[in-house]
């Protein structure tokens, strides 16, 4: 038996592994309608997901982070 095994979700992930909290999260929303959810209810849910999947590849997380906030002056639409 595993030392962690208590902590083990259904899906067989512990569950503060990143993949399988946003896996939890993706179910959750499903199971609960979303489209009975307001269109402010369901973007704040999905936000919240993110943070999660920038846990999982930072990178992803850093690309993203570019379109939150305005390029510094000077830069171009191709920069990096």
């Avoid at 999982?56 to 510094?72: K, V």
Wanted: aromatic share 2%; charged share 25%.
């Amino acid at each position: 038996m595993r030392s962690d095994e208590s902590n083990l979700a259904a899906d067989g992930h512990a569950d503060t592994e990143p993949l399988a909290l946003v896996t939890r999260a993706i179910d959750d929303l499903a199971a609960e309608n979303p489209h009975a959810l307001s269109s402010a209810e369901l973007t704040g849910r999905v936000a919240s997901v993110w943070p999660l999947i920038g846990d999982i590849d930072p990178d992803l997380a850093r690309r993203a982070a570019r379109y939150e906030r305005p390029p510094p002056d000077g830069a171009g639409a191709g920069s990096s």
